[in-house]
């Protein structure tokens, strides 16, 4: 197994350039963990991709900035459909957007993501430098499909009912895409709204660990992995009540309506109750526990060699 890394920026007109002159003339299976299916690729490798989400298949067409990722996902997504030997899906979710859009089910597998172990034995204190106070967690950029905004305006209404800072965790600055409403919500939360920008992973596994609550108040994910993270270090979790992060997290999670900050406001009171809280902690370590990375990894496998060429399957291990 080779693995290479382009030097180009993921999703760029450079990196479709530079791929296929990456690819060793003796692969016999070329995987793709993202939808950067190199489109002047004439080699025989067999093509497996890996989709996370369609997210860019919903860009609007209104905002100048994202119109040229819109364009790229209506030229790869269809020549995955028609190239791909095999593809694999993060979630039941993703497999149905995209049997929505592109109609294929032949050879479409559904593999959801797996927790990593280093989570399961995460304990605060690495972090306790980026916060002295009981805090809710969000771990994220500021997207605005990640709905960080009314997360904010949801702790902002209860704020000065519960002693909890609101920790945000995760790239807040040069996205092309941010909610630019973001910096004027913050200020309004004053030293209650800790920005830790990104973190170490040591430090990103204490702030679950040590978090009364983390909220997920994603509009829309192809998986939904941080909640599951957060219940493996053995934190309660609420989150948004769509349908890929019910996928992921099953009961073990208290739902809000995303698109109201009154509702997730209500959802982070009922949580942080003791009775409630605690249950949602067991739940949460059960799910994460059933969602570990044994089985992803058995189906890949399988995946691969059965997308293999006959004599490739035969003697590859």
Known sequence: MRHIVPRNRPLSIGEQFEIPDLIPEDTDLLWLPHLNIPIRYRGSAKLLVTLHDLEMRHLKLREPRKFPVYLYSRLVFPLIRRRADAIVCDSRF?????????????DVHVIPLGVESAFFDARPGAADHLTP??????????????????????????????PHDLVIAG????????????????????????LTGRVSQPELEA????????????LYEGFGLPPLEAMAAGTAVAASDISVVREACADAAAYFNPRDPADIARAIEAALADDARTE??????????????????????????????????????
């Open 133 to 162: 106070n009981p805090y809710l967690l969000y771990v994220g950029n500021v997207k605005p499909h990640k709905n960080l905004r009314r997360l904010i305006e949801a702790f902002l209404k209860i704020k000065d009912r519960i």
């Open 207 to 218: 702030l679950y660990a040590g978090a009364d609550l983390f909220v997920f108040p994603s």
């Open 171 to 194: 790239k807040l600055a040069g996205l092309r895409s941010g909610d630019r409403s973001i910096p004027g919500l913050v200020e309004a939360g004053g030293e209650r709204i800790r």
């Open 94 to 106: 993703t497999y149905d957007e995209w049997l929505h859009f592109y109609k294929r089910t032949r």
């Open 280 to 317: 949602l902690v067991r739940k949460g370590r059960e799910r994460a526990q059933a969602r570990n990375w044994d089985r992803p990894i058995a189906e890949t496998l399988r995946v691969i060699r059965a997308t293999l060429p006959d004599g490739a399957a035969k003697t590859g291990d």
